[in-house]
C-alpha cells in the first residue's frame, strides 16, 4: 500500500489537541512525542490525512498563531482577570486554563503574562477589544518608564535593577502607575494587575503600536 504524504505541521496539530484535551496531566514535549508516533503510525498504515475543520479548535480569525481559546484567555488577562475568574467564564477547569496561558506564552516567547499581553497587542490580536474608558492618562517620566518594563516583561526585582532602586522602593513605583492606570482587578479593588496596566497602557496610547 502506498505511503500517503503527510505535512510535517500535522504532528504538531496532534500534539496541541493533545495538551488541549488533557491539559496540565501532559507536559508539551510528551504531547509532541505523541503527535509524532501517531502520524507515523497512521502513515505507515496507509491512511491519508489532511486538514479540516470538524472536531478541531484551530484556528482563531484573528491569526494562525492562536487557537479559539486563546482570544478569551487575552482578553480577560487584558481585564485583569484571574485565572480562575477566566476559567469561570470560559467554563474551563482553572488547571487547563492555566496550562494554556503557559503554553501561549511559551509559544510567542513572553517571559510572563504582562510581555504576553503586550505581545499580544503589538501583533494585533487585541484589535477587536474595546478600550477601557479613562481620562486623560499621563505618567511622570519614571511611571512611564516602568510601564515600558512590564511590558518587556520585567518583574518587580528586575524593575529595581533597571532603576538602580531597591525592591522596596520599585513596589512603591509601580503602585502609583497601576493608581495612575486604575488598574485595579475588578473583583479585588485593593489589588493591582500589570496585565490590565500593559493593556491599558497600549489602549491609551501610552505603549507605542507598530505603524500600519
Not at 39 to 62: D, H, K, N
Not at 84 to 112: D, F, K, M, W, Y
Not at 139 to 149: G, T, V
Request: aromatic share 4%; glycine share 8%.
Amino acid at each position: 500500500m502506498r505511503r500517503a504524504h503527510i505535512a510535517p505541521a500535522v504532528a504538531a496539530v496532534v500534539a496541541a489537541q493533545a495538551l488541549t484535551r488533557l491539559g496540565h496531566r501532559i507536559t508539551t514535549q510528551e504531547a509532541s512525542t505523541l503527535g509524532a508516533a501517531t502520524v507515523e503510525a497512521l502513515t505507515a498504515e496507509g491512511w491519508s490525512i489532511t486538514a479540516g475543520t470538524v472536531g478541531t479548535t484551530r484556528l482563531s480569525s484573528v491569526a494562525p498563531e492562536l487557537w479559539k481559546h486563546d482570544l478569551p484567555l487575552l482578553a480577560g488577562l487584558a481585564r485583569g482577570r484571574t485565572y480562575r475568574e477566566i476559567a469561570a467564564e470560559t467554563h474551563t477547569p482553572e488547571g487547563t486554563t492555566r496550562h494554556r496561558a503557559a503554553r501561549l506564552i511559551s509559544r510567542v516567547g513572553a517571559a510572563n503574562a504582562p510581555e504576553l499581553v503586550a505581545i499580544a497587542y503589538r501583533a494585533g490580536w487585541m484589535n477587536s477589544l474595546a478600550p477601557e474608558p479613562r481620562g486623560r492618562l499621563t505618567l511622570a517620566e519614571d511611571e512611564q518608564r516602568a510601564l515600558y518594563c512590564l511590558a518587556d516583561g520585567l518583574d518587580t526585582a528586575a524593575v529595581a535593577d533597571a532603576f538602580g532602586i531597591t525592591h522596596t522602593a520599585a513596589a512603591r513605583l509601580l503602585s502609583r502607575l497601576y493608581a495612575a492606570l486604575d488598574a485595579t482587578r475588578p473583583s479585588t479593588p485593593d489589588r493591582s494587575s500589570r496585565c490590565r496596566a500593559v493593556a491599558l497602557g497600549y489602549q491609551h496610547g501610552l505603549l507605542p503600536l507598530p505603524a500600519n
